[in-house]
């Protein structure tokens, strides 16, 4: 059982940078995929980001350059380091875990946080 908490969203200007955390607790997390969606109003949960346990990260074309995903194994946390942010970027952002080797489906990822609101104004 894993059980994950974000926080670090806000409103931000265009342009700013924000950091978001994912804390995990479960014994689990060394060895387990963890992912950053979001879901902006209106619209589906989409794929950011996703990170092994060994580090190897994955981007979705929208976010790559701007965004950096990195994990604290030691300390059970996942982060989200997004920089240049756009309106567009403007969405409720949620941490998942998933088994070694989860795709960027929403359905890989069998746990998840509440997410934090992230809110970029023009």
């Known amino acids: 059982q894993v059980q994950l908490v974000e926080s670090g969203g806000g409103l931000v200007q265009a342009g700013d940078s924000l950091r978001l955390s994912c804390a995990a607790s479960?014994?689990?997390?060394?060895?387990?995929?963890m992912g950053w969606f979001r879901q902006a109003p209106g619209k589906e949960r989409e794929f950011v980001c996703t990170i092994t346990w060994s580090g190897m990260a994955d981007y979705a074309d929208s976010v790559k350059g701007r965004v950096t995903i990195s994990r604290d194994n030691a300390k059970n946390t996942v982060y989200l380091q997004m920089d240049s942010l756009k309106f567009e970027d403007t969405a409720v952002y949620y941490c998942?875990?998933?088994?070694?080797?989860?795709?960027?489906?929403?359905?890989?990822?069998?746990?998840w946080g509440q997410g934090t609101q992230v809110t970029v104004s023009s």
């Open positions: 998942a875990a998933g088994r070694p080797g989860a795709s960027r489906a929403p359905g890989a990822y069998a746990y």
């Open positions: 479960g014994r689990l997390f060394s060895f387990v995929t």
